[in-house]
């Protein structure tokens, strides 16, 4: 019988599928393109949805900022892929603290849709 992998100390299978999860929605994804293509590693929510949703209407703009608030970026964050503080809607990419694969399956990316 299949049992799903548990969170365990050492890491592991249980990192990976996290990693993978939290990689496997368009916003997320998008926001770690950020993050790598131009080199910021600190940006607030404000700003990484005026940056992904550039051409979309202020509500829409508004509606991505809530998504990052409450379920990209703390998403991200349990991934290890960056650090969130919700108080300052404030992220920090931790792409220079990733391990090797980690970084590798990062950079394989490549957005399959747009935010």
């Known amino acids: 019988m299949y ?3 548990r969170p365990d100390p ?6 990976l599928d996290e990693l993978l999860s939290a990689l496997a929605d ?4 998008a926001v770690v393109e950020h993050f ?3 080199g910021r590693r600190v940006a607030t929510t404000a ?6 949703a550039r051409d979309a209407t202020a509500v829409e703009r508004d509606r991505l900022d809530a998504t990052l608030h409450h379920t990209a970026l703390p ?3 349990a991934a290890g892929v960056l650090a969130y503080d ?3 809607r404030t992220a920090r990419y931790r792409g220079e603290e990733l391990s090797e694969p980690v970084r590798r399956l990062v950079a394989s990316l490549e957005t399959v ?3």
């Open 36 to 38: 790598r293509h131009t």
């Open 47 to 52: 700003e990484l949805a005026d940056e992904l």
């Open 86 to 88: 919700p108080a300052s």
């Open 26 to 29: 368009a916003t997320r994804r």
């Open 3 to 5: 049992e799903p992998t």
């Open 75 to 77: 998403k991200l964050d």
């Open 10 to 15: 050492q890491g592991g299978e249980a990192v």
């Open 113 to 115: 849709a747009t935010v």
